[in-house]
Protein backbone atom coordinates (compact mmCIF):
# COMPACT_ATOMS: atom_id res chain seq x y z
CA UNK A 1 0.00 0.00 0.00
CA UNK A 2 1.01 3.78 -0.15
CA UNK A 3 1.97 3.86 -3.73
CA UNK A 4 2.42 7.42 -5.49
CA UNK A 5 3.37 7.82 -9.05
CA UNK A 6 5.00 10.69 -10.99
CA UNK A 7 4.29 11.26 -14.74
CA UNK A 8 6.42 11.80 -16.65
CA UNK A 9 9.66 10.04 -15.16
CA UNK A 10 12.00 13.24 -17.10
CA UNK A 11 11.17 15.55 -19.62
CA UNK A 12 13.22 17.48 -21.90
CA UNK A 13 11.38 21.27 -23.26
CA UNK A 14 12.84 24.13 -24.81
CA UNK A 15 13.44 27.42 -22.89
CA UNK A 16 9.71 29.57 -23.37
CA UNK A 17 7.88 26.18 -23.07
CA UNK A 18 5.34 25.38 -20.30
CA UNK A 19 5.69 21.37 -18.54
CA UNK A 20 3.40 19.86 -16.52
CA UNK A 21 3.49 17.11 -13.81
CA UNK A 22 1.28 14.82 -12.11
CA UNK A 23 1.49 12.96 -9.12
CA UNK A 24 -0.84 10.44 -8.08
CA UNK A 25 -1.62 8.51 -4.96
CA UNK A 26 -2.48 5.24 -6.32
CA UNK A 27 -4.05 2.85 -3.30
CA UNK A 28 -5.42 5.99 -0.95
CA UNK A 29 -6.83 9.15 -0.91
CA UNK A 30 -4.21 12.32 0.00
CA UNK A 31 -5.95 15.25 1.12
CA UNK A 32 -2.04 17.12 1.15
CA UNK A 33 0.23 16.30 -0.98
CA UNK A 34 3.77 18.04 -1.01
CA UNK A 35 5.99 19.33 -4.08
CA UNK A 36 10.14 19.29 -3.76
CA UNK A 37 12.81 20.01 -5.96
CA UNK A 38 16.35 18.61 -5.04
CA UNK A 39 19.21 19.38 -7.10
CA UNK A 40 21.95 17.20 -7.62
CA UNK A 41 24.03 16.15 -4.02
CA UNK A 42 21.50 18.23 -2.30
CA UNK A 43 18.68 17.63 -0.24
CA UNK A 44 14.90 18.26 -0.87
CA UNK A 45 13.75 21.54 -0.86
CA UNK A 46 9.70 22.23 0.06
CA UNK A 47 8.27 24.01 -2.64
CA UNK A 48 4.75 24.21 -1.71
CA UNK A 49 1.84 22.37 0.03
CA UNK A 50 -1.35 21.08 -1.67
CA UNK A 51 -4.34 20.80 -0.61
CA UNK A 52 -7.17 19.29 -2.38
CA UNK A 53 -9.56 21.81 -3.09
CA UNK A 54 -8.24 24.54 -2.04
CA UNK A 55 -5.07 27.06 -3.38
CA UNK A 56 -1.41 25.77 -2.83
CA UNK A 57 0.86 27.21 0.22
CA UNK A 58 3.95 27.99 -1.10
CA UNK A 59 7.29 28.40 0.44
CA UNK A 60 9.03 31.41 1.23
CA UNK A 61 11.07 32.61 -3.19
CA UNK A 62 8.70 30.23 -4.67
CA UNK A 63 7.21 32.16 -7.22
CA UNK A 64 3.21 30.85 -7.44
CA UNK A 65 2.76 32.10 -10.69
CA UNK A 66 5.79 30.31 -12.15
CA UNK A 67 5.09 27.27 -10.69
CA UNK A 68 1.02 26.42 -10.83
CA UNK A 69 0.27 23.77 -8.45
CA UNK A 70 -3.18 22.18 -8.84
CA UNK A 71 -4.96 19.46 -6.57
CA UNK A 72 -8.43 18.60 -8.13
CA UNK A 73 -8.94 15.43 -6.76
CA UNK A 74 -7.67 13.34 -3.70
CA UNK A 75 -5.50 11.59 -5.64
CA UNK A 76 -4.20 13.72 -8.13
CA UNK A 77 -2.23 16.94 -7.93
CA UNK A 78 -0.44 18.82 -10.61
CA UNK A 79 2.61 21.07 -11.31
CA UNK A 80 2.95 23.08 -13.97
CA UNK A 81 6.55 24.71 -14.47
CA UNK A 82 5.44 28.05 -16.98
CA UNK A 83 7.62 29.66 -18.91
CA UNK A 84 10.39 26.98 -18.27
CA UNK A 85 14.37 28.31 -18.56
CA UNK A 86 17.50 26.49 -18.16
CA UNK A 87 17.50 27.50 -14.21
CA UNK A 88 14.41 25.50 -13.44
CA UNK A 89 16.26 22.19 -14.61
CA UNK A 90 16.13 20.26 -11.69
CA UNK A 91 14.60 17.21 -10.01
CA UNK A 92 11.35 17.38 -9.18
CA UNK A 93 9.59 15.09 -6.18
CA UNK A 94 5.64 15.26 -5.04
CA UNK A 95 5.01 13.26 -1.71
CA UNK A 96 1.30 12.31 -0.72
CA UNK A 97 0.86 12.47 3.10
CA UNK A 98 -1.05 9.06 4.86
CA UNK A 99 -4.19 9.73 6.82
CA UNK A 100 -5.67 8.08 10.32
CA UNK A 101 -2.96 6.34 11.80
CA UNK A 102 -0.31 6.81 8.81
CA UNK A 103 -1.22 10.89 9.42
CA UNK A 104 2.34 12.20 9.16
CA UNK A 105 4.10 9.82 6.94
CA UNK A 106 5.00 11.03 3.75
CA UNK A 107 4.92 8.60 0.91
CA UNK A 108 6.95 9.85 -2.18
CA UNK A 109 6.58 9.42 -6.02
CA UNK A 110 9.80 8.52 -8.16
CA UNK A 111 10.22 11.59 -9.16
CA UNK A 112 10.55 13.84 -12.72
CA UNK A 113 13.60 14.92 -14.06
CA UNK A 114 12.77 18.38 -16.17
CA UNK A 115 15.76 19.41 -18.62
CA UNK A 116 15.15 22.98 -19.95
CA UNK A 117 17.54 23.78 -23.32
CA UNK B 1 13.43 29.78 11.48
CA UNK B 2 13.13 25.91 10.96
CA UNK B 3 16.37 24.75 10.52
CA UNK B 4 17.74 20.70 10.81
CA UNK B 5 20.99 20.38 10.90
CA UNK B 6 22.79 16.88 10.00
CA UNK B 7 25.98 15.36 10.21
CA UNK B 8 28.01 13.76 9.06
CA UNK B 9 27.72 15.12 5.42
CA UNK B 10 29.56 11.72 4.53
CA UNK B 11 30.24 9.00 6.49
CA UNK B 12 32.86 5.74 5.30
CA UNK B 13 32.63 2.47 7.32
CA UNK B 14 33.76 -1.22 6.93
CA UNK B 15 30.74 -3.41 6.23
CA UNK B 16 29.68 -5.21 8.89
CA UNK B 17 30.64 -1.95 11.43
CA UNK B 18 28.09 0.42 12.83
CA UNK B 19 26.87 3.78 11.24
CA UNK B 20 25.80 6.63 13.27
CA UNK B 21 23.43 9.60 11.83
CA UNK B 22 23.05 12.58 14.32
CA UNK B 23 20.17 15.20 13.17
CA UNK B 24 19.20 18.44 15.36
CA UNK B 25 16.32 20.53 15.11
CA UNK B 26 15.09 23.94 16.13
CA UNK B 27 11.31 24.16 16.62
CA UNK B 28 10.41 22.65 20.18
CA UNK B 29 6.99 21.86 18.51
CA UNK B 30 8.16 19.00 16.11
CA UNK B 31 6.58 15.66 17.10
CA UNK B 32 7.30 13.54 14.11
CA UNK B 33 10.62 13.02 12.89
CA UNK B 34 10.99 10.06 9.97
CA UNK B 35 14.40 8.72 8.55
CA UNK B 36 14.57 8.60 4.63
CA UNK B 37 16.84 6.58 2.44
CA UNK B 38 17.60 7.66 -1.08
CA UNK B 39 19.44 5.54 -3.71
CA UNK B 40 21.02 7.75 -6.40
CA UNK B 41 17.97 8.61 -8.87
CA UNK B 42 15.13 7.45 -6.84
CA UNK B 43 12.51 8.36 -5.00
CA UNK B 44 13.52 8.38 -0.90
CA UNK B 45 12.35 5.57 1.40
CA UNK B 46 11.23 5.79 4.61
CA UNK B 47 13.16 3.55 6.37
CA UNK B 48 12.27 4.15 10.35
CA UNK B 49 10.14 7.03 12.07
CA UNK B 50 9.83 8.18 15.61
CA UNK B 51 7.53 10.25 17.27
CA UNK B 52 7.74 12.68 20.57
CA UNK B 53 6.55 9.98 23.04
CA UNK B 54 8.97 8.10 22.60
CA UNK B 55 12.47 7.50 23.28
CA UNK B 56 13.66 4.77 20.78
CA UNK B 57 12.90 2.62 18.36
CA UNK B 58 14.13 -0.26 16.64
CA UNK B 59 13.93 -2.21 13.45
CA UNK B 60 15.99 -5.24 12.97
CA UNK B 61 19.30 -3.58 12.31
CA UNK B 62 18.30 -0.25 11.85
CA UNK B 63 17.22 2.50 14.96
CA UNK B 64 16.30 5.33 16.23
CA UNK B 65 16.94 7.27 19.66
CA UNK B 66 15.26 10.78 20.30
CA UNK B 67 16.12 13.36 23.21
CA UNK B 68 13.45 15.96 22.63
CA UNK B 69 15.51 17.77 25.58
CA UNK B 70 18.32 18.14 23.52
CA UNK B 71 15.97 18.48 20.49
CA UNK B 72 18.43 16.37 18.95
CA UNK B 73 17.45 11.95 17.35
CA UNK B 74 19.84 10.15 15.88
CA UNK B 75 19.87 7.14 13.38
CA UNK B 76 22.06 3.81 13.91
CA UNK B 77 22.51 0.94 11.55
CA UNK B 78 24.68 -1.87 13.00
CA UNK B 79 25.70 -4.59 10.91
CA UNK B 80 25.89 -2.42 7.78
CA UNK B 81 25.68 -4.50 4.61
CA UNK B 82 26.91 -2.90 0.77
CA UNK B 83 23.01 -2.52 0.30
CA UNK B 84 22.91 0.09 2.85
CA UNK B 85 25.04 2.80 0.85
CA UNK B 86 22.97 5.29 0.32
CA UNK B 87 21.99 8.89 1.19
CA UNK B 88 19.93 9.18 4.54
CA UNK B 89 18.15 12.17 4.84
CA UNK B 90 16.44 13.06 8.73
CA UNK B 91 13.20 15.58 8.71
CA UNK B 92 11.34 17.07 11.39
CA UNK B 93 7.62 18.32 11.46
CA UNK B 94 7.46 21.65 12.90
CA UNK B 95 4.02 21.95 14.05
CA UNK B 96 2.41 21.22 11.06
CA UNK B 97 2.41 18.57 8.45
CA UNK B 98 5.31 19.62 6.27
CA UNK B 99 8.88 18.20 6.46
CA UNK B 100 12.18 20.45 7.01
CA UNK B 101 14.78 17.94 5.92
CA UNK B 102 18.23 17.88 6.85
CA UNK B 103 20.86 17.75 4.60
CA UNK B 104 21.55 14.73 3.75
CA UNK B 105 24.52 11.84 5.10
CA UNK B 106 26.06 10.10 1.99
CA UNK B 107 26.68 6.34 3.44
CA UNK B 108 29.23 3.94 1.31
CA UNK B 109 29.93 0.65 3.19
CA UNK B 110 33.05 -0.71 2.06
CA UNK B 111 33.32 -4.43 1.15
Known amino acids: GAVVSQHPSWVICKSGTSVKIECRSL??????MFWYRQFPKQSLMLMAT?????????EQGVEKDKFLINHASLTLSTLTVTSAHPEDSSFYIC?????????????FGPGTRLTVT | GENVEQHPSTLSVQEGDSAVIKCTYS??????FPWYKQELGKRPQLIID?????GEKKDQRIAVTLNKTAKHFSLHITETQPEDSAVYFC??????????FGTGTRLKVLA
Open chain 1, 95 to 107: SAMGSGGRAYEQY
Open chain 1, 27 to 32: DFQATT
Open chain 2, 27 to 32: DSASNY
Open chain 1, 50 to 58: SNEGSKATY
Open chain 2, 50 to 54: IRSNV
Open chain 2, 91 to 100: AATPGTYKYI
